[in-house]
């Protein structure tokens, strides 16, 4: 309502009174989410869609909400930026010596939940990897019989990695779903078979 008639502090204070927004639904966190974009709120404004992303994974929409808001506000937001060591919101990826790959997330929240790849600030794995960069190799297991050292290949932040796995998953997640739309091309293939495909797309979201 303040938005409308033109009184942006007002609306900017009324923003300061919702409190908890873990109450709130989908829907009713994206208006909260439109209403922060437009004051410019935008860290303010991925942490909610963050946080309605991973309470309701279930749900098509909520991941096309994330992934629209990163798309708006990419380079306006800190939080999406790169950073140089382990830390707090990273997403860290690991190779062990076979090549295979695992991400843990370093997450400040009570509710971390190691089988979606959190861990706790507090947990002694986070401990081992904040400081950590790119290329530094770390024993995480510990096991005094048989050392195996694992690789960092790879830091982000928690909200980025959050915008990729959507990005690349969402199809696979919600098959048939309208909002987003994927396809393979081949780089040497038919140029006019890339804009078939790209032309299909466009006209099936008119």
């Known amino acids: ?39 410019e709120k935008f860290a303010p404004a991925l942490r909610i869609a963050y946080e309605a992303r991973r309470k309701y994974f279930n749900e098509a929409e909520a991941h096309l909400i994330y992934i629209q808001l990163v798309l708006s506000c990419s380079e306006r937001s800190d939080l999406l930026s790169v950073p140089t060591a382990v830390a707090l919101d990273s997403a860290v990826t690991l190779a062990d010596q076979s090549g295979a790959k695992l991400f843990y997330i370093i997450d400040d929240r009570k509710d971390a939940d190691p089988l979606k790849g959190e861990f706790n600030s507090t947990h002694e794995i986070s401990k081992r990897l904040i400081g950590k960069k790119v290329n530094d190799e770390i024993d995480l297991k510990q096991n005094p019989i048989d050392p195996q050292l694992e690789r960092i290949t790879e830091i982000k932040s928690k909200y980025t990695y959050a915008f990729q796995y959507s990005l690349e998953n969402f199809e696979r997640l919600f098959p048939g779903y309208p909002g987003i739309h994927g396809f393979k091309t ?10 078939d495909k790209l032309l299909t797309i466009l006209e099936s979201t008119n």
């Open 1 to 39: 309502i303040f938005m409308r008639g033109g009184n942006a502090p007002e609306a900017e204070r009324a923003m300061e009174d919702i409190i908890d927004t873990d109450l709130l639904g989908v829907q009713y966190r994206k208006q909260v989410i439109g209403l922060l974009v437009s004051l």
């Open 186 to 195: 081949d780089p040497h293939g038919d140029a006019t078979k890339f804009k």
